[in-house]
């Protein structure tokens, strides 16, 4: 009864060669498996994030929805998605003037005619 579930009367008991090797094969492959999935998965992400990029891009470039430059999938998918998103985002890429200037330390000062920081 003890041999069974791995104690013996005078104490461990080693498991045969075969089951020490079995269960070395199955991690290496586990982490083989792993490894390979992640590889796929963040090559997925990659282009998900060029499309969507390149298209928020055109949005911004006022080139119409329908000229989306993929035929189908995640591609046309992600394209449509960061267009859609660019509609309402300012392109914060572009130095523009801002309403709120001078809120941070780092944005530099204006004085003003009469020497007053505005």
Do not use: Y
Not at 1 to 27: E, N
Not at 63 to 85: C, D, M, Q, S, T
Request: hydrophobic content about 40%; overall charge positive; some cysteine.
């Amino acid at each position: 009864m003890f041999v069974a579930c791995g104690m013996a009367p005078d104490g461990p008991v080693t498991p045969p060669l075969i089951v020490r090797a079995s269960v070395w094969i199955g991690k290496v492959l586990g982490q083989w498996d792993l490894r390979r999935r992640g590889r796929r998965g963040d090559a997925f992400v990659a282009a998900w994030k060029s499309a969507w990029s390149e298209g928020c891009d055109a949005r911004w470039q006022g080139i119409p929805k329908e000229e989306v430059p993929h035929r189908g999938g995640p591609a046309r998918e992600a394209w449509l998605a960061g267009w859609l998103w660019a509609v309402n985002q300012p392109n914060r890429r572009m130095r523009t003037t801002s309403i709120h200037q001078g809120r941070r330390a780092s944005d530099s000062t204006r004085r003003g005619k009469n020497g007053f920081i505005r």
